[in-house]
């Protein structure tokens, strides 16, 4: 891993009868990956893990499939990742969950350590602040995401999480980019060091790990005056260095 923190398995564009295959690979690639970090490393942990929604027969569901614009994990590959092992004996986790999954990430929250506490909700709007009712769903359409908020060691928010609200209102923006809010978040209320897990855009301060992790693009934020200069290079493999 490069100094950064950028961890960036190769993205992998394959037609659909071999990506079960790779999807395979990267998993146990995944979990190889993150027992390199120390161990109780991490005071916390962000994850939106690459969830496999399943149809009634336990298949994946068609429109899923058709859909599919990033490799999925398993529940048991997503459980079994050695989240458990990098987290401080006293840490949070903030885990997105989908709305149809929400006993899933639950058994996930506890069997990565951790004992469920609350939960934050995103609550997507449209430019005139109403709700962005473009999303999908099977009984109702959803325009909320969530958050499940675990604890491990009893360890309790920082003061600004008790002015906090449970919820986030901002607008939606690419496929499945969760609000940079929760960012903000996670930083007053959350002890450091922090670690995403499935992160796809950089964030100052954080290790980020995942299969498309972006690298910083420099010019563009220094001009922006968003973030400081970044100083690094990229690397041929895609990861990036200082
Ligand atoms: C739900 S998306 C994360 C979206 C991200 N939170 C955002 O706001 O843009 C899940 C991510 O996990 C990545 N992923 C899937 N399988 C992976 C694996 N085995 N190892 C690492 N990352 C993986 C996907 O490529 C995708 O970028």
Known sequence: MSSTGVRNHKEL???????????QALEECA????????????????????????????????????LRRYSTMSLE?????????IAKPEAHLYLWVPNALVQEGL?????????????????????????????VGFYFRNVTELVLVGVRGGLRTF??????????????????????????IVEACSPGPYLELFARHPRLGWQ???????????????????????????LPDGTASR
């Not at 564009?13 to 999807?23: C, H, Q, S």
């Not at 929604?53 to 899923?64: I, L, V, Y």
């Not at 600004?160 to 940079?180: A, F, L, M, W």
């Open 13 to 23: 564009v394959l037609p659909e009868l071999i990506a079960p295959a790779v999807d």
């Open 31 to 66: 979990a190889r990956d993150l027992l390199s970090f120390s161990p109780a490393c991490f005071g916390t942990i962000l994850a939106d893990p690459p969830w496999q929604f399943s149809n009634r027969t336990g298949k994946m569901a068609p429109e899923h499939k058709r």
């Open 77 to 85: 590959e997503i459980m079994e990742l050695p989240v458990a092992r």
């Open 107 to 135: 058994e996930v929250l506890r069997r990565w350590g951790f004992t469920y506490k609350t939960n934050i909700v995103w609550c997507k709007i449209r430019k005139d602040g109403g709700p962005d009712g473009r999303g």
């Open 159 to 184: 003061q600004p999480g008790r002015r906090q609200v449970n919820i986030i209102r901002s607008q939606k923006r690419e496929h499945s980019r969760k609000p940079d809010e929760l960012y903000g």
């Open 208 to 234: 980020q790990w995942g299969n498309e992790v972006q690298l910083p693009d420099a010019e563009q934020q220094a001009a922006k005056g968003s973030l400081p200069a970044y100083e690094g290079t990229a």
